[in-house]
């Protein structure tokens, strides 16, 4: 059963143009939501969350947008920049709560030029 | 201030053996969780321990398992190994758990390939 879903495996966008990267969960007792980016032959690093009492959390070109209705989240980048091409994971956890974290399976983004 | 390390970074293996696999966390940390990543499943959560107590657990066989010492330092171990365990295998220290609003900082991997 999966809890996290990334129902597109991968995604091409022009430089400068606007990278859009979904997630959909299904447990709505999650209230704690990652984005980790990942390169090959590296370990995923954090790059923004946000908590379920937002709709929104912005860090520079980075935007994450959360529907609790729909239990849908997405990660806006841009601009998009060459150095965006790698894997993102979408990650779903508790606030307050111990718990496990459950990831997607991540979509591989590829920048073109 | 050191990130977090994994060593090997490589390991082949025969089908039944076992391995262990080693992750020291950035300093201060109490909390590392190990994860299996394969190309079709992701990134799929193993184990958590904090304060060498196993805190939370992902649904894996009894053949993996793992351990946390007094200096937060972890290991994994596999027993039996199988084809299927082919994988990388990724670690990660935080703060204060998985939740907690405690973002994790993983080391660059193990990968492991069994033959």
């Known amino acids: 059963d999966q809890q996290v879903k990334q129902n597109s495996p991968s995604l091409s966008v022009q430089e400068g143009r606007i990278s859009i990267l979904n997630c959909d969960y299904t447990?709505?007792?999650?209230?704690?939501f990652l984005w980790y980016k990942k390169y090959p032959a590296e370990g995923p690093t954090f790059l923004i969350s946000?908590?379920?009492?937002?709709d929104k959390n912005e860090d520079g070109r980075f935007t994450v947008f959360l529907n609790k209705s729909a239990k849908h989240l997405s990660l806006h980048i841009v601009p998009s920049q060459p150095g965006d091409s790698a894997v993102y994971f979408c990650a779903a956890s508790y606030l307050n709560r111990d718990d496990k974290i459950i990831f997607g399976k991540g979509t591989r983004l590829h920048i073109l030029p | 201030k050191a990130g977090v390390t994994q060593t090997p970074r490589y390991l082949i293996k025969t089908r039944g053996q076992q391995v262990t696999l080693s992750c020291s966390p950035i300093?201060?940390?109490?909390?590392v969780s190990w994860y299996q990543q394969t190309p079709g499943q992701g990134l799929q959560f193993l184990f958590e321990?904090?304060?060498?107590?196993?805190?939370n657990k992902g649904n894996f066989p009894g053949r993996f398992s793992g351990r946390q010492f007094s200096n937060s330092r972890s290991e994994m171990n596999v027993s039996t190994l199988e084809l299927g365990d082919s994988a990388l295998y990724l670690c990660?220290?935080?703060?204060?758990?998985?939740?907690?609003?405690?973002?994790?900082?993983f080391g660059n991997g193990t990968r492991l390939t069994v033959t």
């Open positions: 990660a220290s935080s703060l204060r758990g998985l939740s907690y609003n405690s973002p994790l900082h």
């Open positions: 300093s201060g940390h109490r909390s």
């Open positions: 321990y904090f304060s060498e107590t196993q805190r």
């Open positions: 447990n709505s007792m999650f209230d704690y």
């Open positions: 946000i908590s379920s009492i937002k």
